[in-house]
């Protein structure tokens, strides 16, 4: 007679490694996907570095030292290109504290390129104490490398506005 035998081992488990890289990929999805989110908010143009209006009152590097005794000193791109060092020496300290005294906003830098108006935070001021001779300096924040050595920026404080310079 013919006999017959019954395999009695179970079936074999479905490989589930799929199912572990699955499970993976959904984990790191989104967080791949919010650090490029996080990247374009970075880009956008809003806040320390928005475009403004040209100020109203457009004066050269001598009529800022004669009227308002201030002289820019040195914009230069530093830190490998991540900041610009924004550098004046005070003139007259009367006629200083009108535009860079401590009821003013601080300085701008507008990008004559581009437009681009970069800001510092008041955090970044150095030495805020208006003395004869006294050299000040802020650093601006390059985002994006709006600004390169040879670029041409205009300095603003308040609603006056220094004629264009070249960044060293």
Same mark, same amino acid.
């Given at each position: 007679?013919?006999?017959?035998?019954?395999?009695?081992?179970?079936?074999?488990?479905?490989?589930?490694?799929?199912?572990?890289?699955?499970?993976?990929?959904?984990?790191?999805?989104?967080?791949?996907?919010?650090?490029?989110?996080?990247?374009?908010?970075?880009?956008?143009?809003? *806040?320390?570095?928005?475009?403004?209006?040209?100020?109203?009152?457009?004066?050269?590097?001598?009529?800022?030292?004669?009227?308002? *005794?201030?002289?820019?000193?040195?914009?230069?791109?530093?830190?490998? *290109?991540?900041?610009?060092?924004?550098?004046?020496?005070?003139?007259?300290?009367?006629?200083?504290?009108?535009?860079?005294?401590?009821?003013?906003?601080?300085?701008?830098?507008?990008?004559?390129?581009?437009?681009?108006?970069?800001?510092?935070?008041?955090?970044?001021?150095?030495?805020?104490?208006?003395?004869?001779?006294?050299?000040?300096?802020?650093?601006?924040?390059?985002?994006?490398?709006?600004?390169?050595?040879?670029?041409?920026?205009?300095?603003?404080?308040?609603?006056?506005?220094?004629?264009?310079?070249?960044?060293?």
């Amino acid at each position: 007679m013919h006999e017959m035998t019954i395999d009695t081992k179970p079936a074999p488990a479905p490989n589930r490694r799929w199912l572990t890289y699955l499970l993976q990929a959904l984990i790191l999805l989104p967080a791949v996907a919010g650090f490029f989110a996080y990247r374009v908010w970075l880009a956008q143009p809003e *806040g320390n570095h928005a475009q403004t209006p040209p100020a109203t009152t457009l004066i050269s590097a001598q009529t800022l030292a004669e009227r308002f *005794g201030v002289r820019v000193r040195l914009i230069a791109v530093t830190a490998g *290109g991540g900041m610009i060092d924004f550098r004046y020496k005070v003139l007259d300290p009367a006629k200083a504290e009108f535009l860079v005294g401590e009821t003013t906003s601080p300085p701008a830098l507008i990008v004559a390129e581009t437009g681009e108006t970069l800001y510092t935070s008041n955090g970044m001021k150095h030495n805020t104490r208006l003395d004869k001779d006294s050299i000040h300096f802020l650093f601006f924040a390059n985002a994006n490398n709006a600004v390169k050595a040879g670029s041409t920026v205009s300095v603003v404080f308040g609603s006056v506005q220094l004629e264009p310079m070249t960044v060293q």
